[in-house]
């Protein structure tokens, strides 16, 4: 490596020559003849980021030669990187990572009924804070509340941003300037800068620790009970399992010794499933209904894990709680708008018929989905692609694990189907790249040198697209 080109040197000639080469932006802009329906700041922008970007490469020494810089060779560039600009950055992609409830990928895919109700309240006044009844301002939270308590038996309920919002709130509003006990095993981090631990500092409230990493007995909590706890709570361990020699307090044992003290139950449940999963072979996780019955005082989870809703924190419990709750100023910071009301309530509304949520809610749908359905998709796939695809690439069914994501259920495993792909012109992480770059980007996950796609996260709709998708990037010459 060279380490020339210091700032008081002058470049050399032959690097000034090329500089020189360079078209004016001016000069550029007369070249173009079909861009009039592309605003002019994003042209301008174009040309001259693209200009730059050969000076750049110039001065790096890129091995850059004179007819790189013609009118017919810097056209075409032109033009990709105004199509990347046209492009919406916010975009749709195709889940081929069979994680279902994939926090980076948007988490829970709404329900049909859910996209009308978006679309309705978008583009149409609504009775968003009006009581129709009274003819008065009205709640927002009066929307869903019933329902909520409908399905899960609680006695009130309120719904804000998100779940690391709704934590933050029952803390600051039951226990701020003073105790909270928490099982060392529960002190749990969800990504994204989650931690229990700030979360607590943050509220204002102080966290008591109780028992050891892996056990914890109920009579931990009643050790640390002070004149100034305010609270028990209880946190799913998400996204991590613990295995061996454990024990944890079971909710009915956490809510009796509350009772006896004077003290509420809180338990942030992170996913918060309504319908119990283990008819699927899923795990037995206690569901909203089960947690509530148990008597907690309040239970906090999310909208867009396993209820399959839009992003929301829900909060329910008993009323006299909820209604501290509803009151404390920061709810006003922390509230929905009125498209995670729309979708949360039409989601909400098919949990009154189970086989209609199982069927009609993507996230559980997935779930739920037979080996034969991913399979049959799998093969679609295969039929569309392997012939064409057989001079770049070795195209096979495999069978894998889908992951439930969202921090739900980590050890959980589901058989599933997926199209491995090897190709012989190009490493995989190439492969994989490409993929990422299309219009409609395809994200799957490589194992051993293989590129799989898991067909449970990809719909039926989407698999003509996605055979699109690999067609265009092997003979397409993208690689
Ligand atoms: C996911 C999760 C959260 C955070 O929920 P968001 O809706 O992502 O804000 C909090 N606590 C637990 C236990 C979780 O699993």
Not at 179 to 206: C, N, Y
Not at 253 to 279: F, K, Y
Not at 436 to 454: F, S, W
């Amino acid at each position: 490596m060279t380490t020339k080109n210091k700032s008081d040197e002058k470049p050399p000639a032959a690097v000034q020559a090329l500089l020189r080469a360079i078209p004016k932006v001016d000069e550029f802009l007369g070249w173009l003849v079909d861009v009039d329906d592309v605003p002019e700041v994003l042209v301008k922008n174009t040309v001259r980021g693209l200009l730059d970007q050969m000076r750049q490469a110039i001065l790096a020494g890129a091995g850059i030669s004179k007819s790189d810089l013609a009118k017919d060779a810097l056209l075409p560039r032109f033009h990709k990187m105004l199509r990347a600009k046209l492009r919406p950055n916010f975009r749709t992609v195709i889940n081929g990572t069979g994680v279902v409830v994939h926090t980076n990928l948007g988490r829970s895919l709404l329900p049909a009924a859910a996209m009308d109700s978006l679309l309705a309240v978008g583009a149409r006044y609504s009775n968003l804070e009006f009581n129709l009844a009274t003819g008065k301002r009205g709640s927002r939270y009066s929307l869903v509340e019933e329902l909520l308590c409908e399905l899960t038996g609680a006695e009130a309920a309120l719904v804000v941003n998100n779940n690391a919002a709704a934590v933050m709130l029952v803390l600051e509003t039951l226990a701020q300037g003073r105790e909270v006990i928490v099982s060392r095993g529960q002190l749990v981090e969800i990504g994204g800068s989650f931690r229990i631990p700030d979360v607590m500092a943050k509220s204002g409230a102080t966290l008591v620790e109780v028992g050891a990493t892996n056990r914890t007995h109920l009579r931990d909590y009643e050790n640390a009970i002070t004149d100034e706890t305010a609270l028990l709570l209880k946190v799913h361990t998400s996204n991590y399992r613990m295995i061996g020699f454990t024990s944890e307090v079971p909710l009915p044992e956490l809510v009796a010794l509350g009772a006896e003290h004077n003290l509420p139950v809180m338990e942030d449940l992170g996913s918060g499933c309504l319908i119990d999963l283990s008819r699927f072979g899923l795990e037995k996780e206690p569901t909203v209904g089960e947690v509530i019955k148990a008597g907690v005082d309040v239970v906090t989870f999310s909208g867009d894990k396993l209820l399959g809703g839009p992003q929301a924190g829900l909060i329910l419990g008993k009323k006299e709680i909820i209604d501290r709750i509803k009151k404390n100023p920061m709810n006003r910071a922390l509230r929905i708008d009125k498209f995670t009301l729309a979708g949360l309530e039409s989601v909400l509304r098919l949990y009154y018929d189970e086989e209609k949520a199982l069927a009609e809610i993507p996230t559980l749908a997935m779930l739920a989905m037979p080996l034969e359905v991913i399979d049959r998709r799998a093969r679609r796939l295969m039929r569309r692609i392997k012939k064409r695809l057989a001079e770049f690439c070795l195209v096979e069914l495999a069978t894998i694990d889908s992951r439930v994501g969202g921090g739900a259920m980590p050890e959980q495993s589901l058989v599933s189907r997926a199209v491995a792909l090897q190709p012989k012109g190009c490493s995989v992480n190439e492969l994989e790249a490409a993929l990422r770059g299309l219009a409609v980007p395809v994200i799957g996950r490589i194992e051993n040198e293989r590129l799989l796609l898991d067909l449970r996260t990809v719909s039926d709709q989407e698999v003509s697209q996605l055979a699109e998708c690999l067609l265009a990037v092997f003979e397409g010459e993208i690689l």
